[in-house]
C-alpha cells in the first residue's frame, strides 16, 4: 500500500514538472520585466556604445551593423548611446557584461577607454579613435596585448594642410577649436602644430570643456585667424553647425578632417570615411566571433580620403577659386 501511493506521487511530480515546461524548437522564452524579452539561443551578441550624437559616429555605428549584419545575420546588436556623458559609459559597460555579450564595438576615444577600464575579458573594437596608443588603449598596434583592438580615424595633418595651402595659399593663421576632456584631440593639436611650422603656418588654438562654450570660443578665434580647422573632436563635430554659421558671417572659410562637419556648413574636408571605417571595424568582429584571438588583429589605419565640399557655404563666401572643387564631392 505505501509502495502504491510513492508510485502515484512519483507520477503526479512528473505530470506537474511536464505540464509547467513549454518546449518549442528545443528553446525556452521567459519574460524578465514588462519591457524585456529574452530568448535562450546560440546566437552571438555585440554590445555597441556610442559615445554622442552627430553624423561621423553614427556612420561608424552603420557601417559596423550593416557589414555585420552581412555576414553574421543572427547576431544580436544592442546599442546604447551616452548622450556625451561620460559618467554613464561604465554603467553601460556593465549592462553589457551582465547581458553575456560576446564583444563590445566602442566608437569614439572616451567610449573605448571607458570599456576598457570596465571589462578586462570580453573583446572590444573601438572606431573613431585618431592614436589608440597615446590614448593607452593598445601598446602594440601591431598585436595588441589584452582585450581591445580596433580600427583608427587618423589621417596625416600634413596632407590636409597641403590641400587648404593648395587653395588657399595666402593663409597665414590657423584656427583650432578642441574639448579639453579628449586626449584623442590634444595630440591631433600637437600634430597640427608641427605641420604648420613645417609650412611657416602659425596655429591659434582654444579650448573648450562643453558643448556651451563653443559660441563664445569662435568669436575670440575670429579676428586672429585667416581660416578654421575642425579636427575630429566629438564635441566640436557636435557643435559644427554652429560653428559654420558664426564663420560664414565673419566671412572666413574652414576646413575639416572628415565630411560631417561640411554637411552642416563647414567648407571643405579632407578625411576618412566613417561608413567605411565601420565596415572594416565589422570585419574584424566577424573574425573575432568566429574565433580569433584579439592580440592576432592589428589596429587598422584608413588608406584612403574623400575630399567633400558645401557648395552653399562656397557661394555664401563668394569663393569661385576652381582648385576649392577639383576631385571633390560636392553637397
Known amino acids: 500500500m505505501k509502495f502504491r501511493k510513492l508510485v502515484v506521487l512519483v507520477m503526479m511530480s512528473m505530470l506537474l514538472v511536464a505540464c509547467g515546461t513549454k518546449k518549442e524548437d528545443g528553446a525556452s522564452t521567459e519574460k524578465t520585466n514588462a519591457n524585456e524579452v529574452s530568448t535562450e539561443s546560440s546566437n552571438k551578441k555585440v554590445g555597441v556604445i556610442q559615445l554622442a550624437d552627430h553624423i561621423a559616429l553614427e556612420r561608424a555605428r552603420l557601417g559596423f551593423e550593416e557589414e555585420l549584419k552581412k555576414t553574421n545575420p543572427d547576431v544580436e546588436i544592442i546599442t546604447k548611446n551616452a548622450n556625451g556623458d561620460l559618467t554613464v559609459v561604465p554603467q553601460i559597460i556593465k549592462s553589457f557584461s551582465d547581458q553575456n555579450v560576446d564583444l563590445i564595438y566602442a566608437i569614439a576615444t572616451p567610449a573605448a577607454q571607458g570599456a576598457k577600464n570596465a571589462e578586462k575579458d570580453i573583446p572590444i573594437i573601438f572606431n573613431a579613435v585618431t592614436d589608440p596608443v597615446t590614448s593607452d588603449l593598445v601598446e ?42 579628449e586626449s584623442n584631440s590634444k595630440f591631433q593639436i600637437e600634430e597640427l602644430k608641427k605641420a604648420a611650422s613645417d609650412f611657416g603656418l602659425e596655429v591659434v588654438e582654444v579650448g573648450v570643456n562643453n558643448i556651451n562654450d563653443v559660441s563664445t570660443a569662435i568669436k575670440t578665434l575670429e579676428p586672429k585667424m585667416d581660416i578654421f580647422m575642425a579636427i575630429t573632436d566629438n564635441t566640436i563635430s557636435s557643435a559644427s553647425s554652429i560653428i559654420a554659421e558664426s564663420l560664414k558671417q565673419a566671412n572666413i572659410p574652414s576646413f575639416a578632417s572628415e565630411e560631417g562637419p561640411v554637411e552642416n556648413g563647414i567648407l571643405l574636408s579632407l578625411g576618412v570615411d566613417y561608413t567605411k571605417l565601420g565596415e572594416e571595424a565589422a570585419t574584424i568582429a566577424d573574425e573575432i566571433l568566429k574565433g580569433k584571438k584579439v592580440n592576432e588583429i592589428p589596429v587598422l589605419f584608413p588608406t584612403e580620403a574623400r575630399k567633400v565640399v558645401n557648395k552653399d557655404t562656397a557661394e555664401a563666401l563668394k569663393i569661385e577659386n576652381e582648385k576649392l572643387f577639383e576631385n571633390a564631392e560636392v553637397k
Open 140 to 181: 602594440n598596434i601591431e598585436s595588441p596585448e589584452a582585450n581591445v583592438t580596433g580600427v583608427s580615424d587618423y589621417f596625416s595633418m600634413a596632407a590636409q594642410l597641403e590641400e587648404m595651402i593648395d587653395i588657399f595659399p595666402d593663409v597665414k593663421n590657423i584656427g583650432v577649436m578642441f574639448s579639453t576632456n
